[in-house]
């Protein structure tokens, strides 16, 4: 069964709203998750490192302030996209070891209008 | 920092038939390979991954080669069956637990 649990699967906002994608290790404590970028027919592009208890590590070109990560607790990270555009309608996803093996989450849809 | 190279971009084989996709990487700090495969509207899923101190691992159909030396390592799909048809992702990092950089994909289909 699944081991990291990503909510919601797709979300459609307006322009200037933000949304957050929320990302869950079951059953076991994830101290990193990563998450990804991905575009249609395109491979996965790492954005941060999120860290349990302290600031996200950011891939150059990722804006940190659009793209908030918050890693408050060892089995829940959040991906706030801030103040959307379509310009970040995307693929987003996540993932976290466990057992010496990495494995992803399902995956976020956001379309922004 | 770490280059995966991917090829092919598709693939078609007819089924019954064996599929082979290879990379190569270029940080000779990378010992873990995973690879994964994403159906449409999915996320990754793990399929088989080998680290540098082994040369080849197999899993039923499944079979990974590494070459640390050349820095190539394969998949292998053999008797390849319609469901086998997704993207797959070869990727490295230094362990499972650093930053994994992907490959750029491959298309897979099988052909009934």
């Known amino acids: 069964g699944a081991v990291v649990s990503q909510h919601p699967s797709r979300v459609i906002c307006k322009s200037g709203t933000s949304v957050k994608i929320e990302c869950r290790s079951l059953?076991?404590?994830?101290?990193?998750m990563f998450w990804y970028r991905q575009f249609p027919k395109k491979s996965l592009m790492l954005m941060a490192t999120?860290?349990?208890?302290?600031?996200?590590?950011?891939e150059q070109g990722v804006e940190k302030d659009k793209f908030l990560i918050n890693h408050a607790s060892l089995t829940l990270s959040t991906l706030t996209v801030t103040s959307a555009h379509p310009e970040d309608s995307s693929f987003y996803i996540c993932?976290?070891?466990?057992?010496?093996?990495?494995?992803f989450g399902s995956g976020t849809q956001l379309s922004v209008l | 920092g770490e280059n995966v190279e991917q090829h092919p971009s598709t693939l078609s084989v007819q089924e019954g038939d064996s599929a082979v996709i290879k990379c190569t990487y270029s940080?000779?700090?990378?010992?873990?390979f995973p690879w994964y495969k994403q159906e449409l509207g999915k996320g990754p899923q793990l399929i088989i991954d080998?680290?540098?101190?082994?040369g080849e691992k197999k899993d039923q159909r499944i079979a990974v080669t590494l070459n640390k030396t050349a820095k190539h390592f394969s998949l292998h799909i053999t008797e390849t069956q319609p469901e086998d048809s997704a993207v797959y992702f070869c990727?490295?990092?230094?362990?499972?637990?650093?930053?994994?950089?992907f490959g750029p994909g491959t298309s897979l289909s099988v052909i009934p």
């Open positions: 993932s976290a070891p466990v057992n010496e093996k990495l494995f």
């Open positions: 059953d076991f404590q994830a101290t990193t």
């Open positions: 999120s860290n349990e208890g302290s600031k996200a590590t950011y």
């Open positions: 940080d000779s700090a990378s010992n873990y």
């Open positions: 080998i680290r540098s101190n082994v």
């Open positions: 990727a490295a990092s230094e362990t499972s637990y650093d930053k994994v950089i």
